[in-house]
């Protein structure tokens, strides 16, 4: 569940970010993205993202638990 709400809050924040993109920036950016190097920077990205929440989630229920 946490996953997909992550997911669909990167979605969101990329639809932010990428607004004011030219279609042919954009473009250059989907081209980039398909690519081999494109596809492991991905997953890295999401991997370190996925690992943040996980951490600050675990030192939040640290300390909830110490409390």
Do not use: C, P, W
């Amino acid at each position: 569940r946490l996953q997909m709400q992550l997911e669909d809050e990167l979605t969101n924040n990329y639809l932010v970010m990428y607004r004011e993109l030219s279609d042919s920036r954009l473009k250059k950016y989907v081209d980039f993205y398909t690519t081999g190097a494109g596809t492991e920077f991905k997953e890295s990205l999401n991997k370190a993202i996925h690992t943040a929440f996980q951490e600050a989630s675990d030192r939040f229920i640290s300390s909830v638990e110490s409390l």
